[in-house]
């Protein structure tokens, strides 16, 4: 059908936090607990506009059947809480090395809400999925952290690796509905 048109995502808000409170001590020793968040949203749509040809089914085996239109909108959050403790050093005057250790609490949560459906003009049987998953876990994070001066610019970088193992936690709802001359039945 050369009407149909892909889905196309739009990405709406982004937001990112964080904060960082640190102790340092004479021995170039270093405790540090930080929180960051990020989250983020979006929404997509295709289809061909209601013709009621059956240009889309659905993925995952969720619902036996097919739809004109289909919409998604997605809202996901990723919190992680860090305490480490460091060791700061200096090979050269202008560097500074900071190794660190310590544990990373992660907590995910993702839901998607996916709308199939059938022209509105006509009647139809619609349906929508919703799919929410979280993870919370506490796992190891290590890294290293350098800044490099050269007179009046600098650059830092921060590099670690942590690892959580668990298994999200996932509901699926599907619900459907169908409307007989714009009548709910």
Do not use: M
């Amino acid at each position: 059908n050369d009407s149909f048109s892909p889905l196309g995502t739009q990405y709406g808000n982004s937001e990112l936090a964080g904060v960082k409170l640190g102790l340092r001590f004479d021995s170039k020793l270093f405790l540090e607990l930080s929180g960051k968040q990020q989250k983020f949203d979006g929404s997509g749509f295709g289809g061909n506009g209601g013709n009621n040809d059956c240009t889309i089914v659905p993925s995952a085996g969720l619902i036996s059947d097919c739809y004109d239109d289909a919409a998604i909108s997605f809202d996901s959050e990723v919190r992680s809480t860090d305490f480490i403790v460091g060791w700061s050093f200096a090979p050269r005057d202008s560097w500074t090395l900071q190794p660190y250790a310590g544990l990373r609490r992660v907590e995910i949560k993702d839901e998607r809400e996916i709308d199939y459906l059938y022209d509105q003009l006509t009647g139809g049987f619609n349906a929508f999925v919703v799919d929410n998953s979280s993870f919370k876990k506490t796992g190891f994070v290590v890294g290293l952290r350098s800044e490099k001066d050269f007179g009046q610019f600098f650059v830092t970088s921060d590099l670690n690796y942590s690892y959580a193992s668990g298994t999200r936690v996932r509901s699926i709802v599907d619900n459907e509905y169908r409307f007989n001359n714009n009548q709910e039945a």
